[in-house]
């Protein structure tokens, strides 16, 4: 008898974030089922913090998952976070919840923004608009602020791939070594 194929279920219904999942997913599993529905994070629309930026992806995972019934949820979300030197960077993080409760959980390199654009932001304007009016570039979904930064040289998708493998791997490890 052939294994059940596991139920996915992403909490959003954005592209780049559902990409990243069908990049990540087949490193985990021959044959995998995905669902996706548009769930409340809990937090601000531009989180501010590691803090609250996982906490939202958090939410996401945990409610889509017992919505689906699902073998896995998977929450992902992009906030802003104080770094070095003074400077504001982007973060991603990934939570990946299973049915158990257990808690996998990654997060994507971070870049720094422009001192203006940061200016805005903690000013209170949500990261796209600040982009847009400081640097005249409308954000993309797909390749997202990172895209914009790096003059096109890395996406979104690879960044939130990123953080959703080291999501699985970490509850992977958990589980004694596989999924």
Do not use: C
């Not at 602020?145 to 970490?170: K, M, Y």
């Amino acid at each position: 008898m052939a294994p059940r194929r596991p139920v996915l279920a992403l909490g959003s219904q954005q592209p780049a974030k559902r990409a990243a999942v069908e990049r990540v997913a087949p490193l985990f599993w021959t044959d995998w089922e995905l669902r996706t529905a548009a769930v409340p994070s809990g937090v601000r629309e531009q989180p501010l913090g590691d803090e609250e930026t996982v906490h939202g992806a958090w939410q996401r995972a945990s409610v889509v998952r017992a919505r689906f019934d699902a073998d896995y949820g998977i929450g992902i979300e992009s906030g802003v976070a104080a770094g070095p030197f003074a400077r504001l960077f982007v973060v991603s993080w990934a939570v990946v919840v299973d049915r158990m409760e257990r808690i996998g959980i990654g997060g994507a390199e971070r870049f720094p923004l422009p001192p203006a654009v940061a200016a805005r932001v903690l000013a209170g304007d949500e990261l796209s608009t600040a982009i847009a009016a400081v640097l005249g570039t409308a954000v993309n979904e797909h390749g997202g602020t990172v895209a914009v930064v790096s003059g096109g040289r890395r996406d979104r998708v690879e960044l939130l791939a990123v953080a959703l493998l080291h999501a699985f791997a970490d509850l992977e490890r958990q589980r004694g070594g596989s999924l």
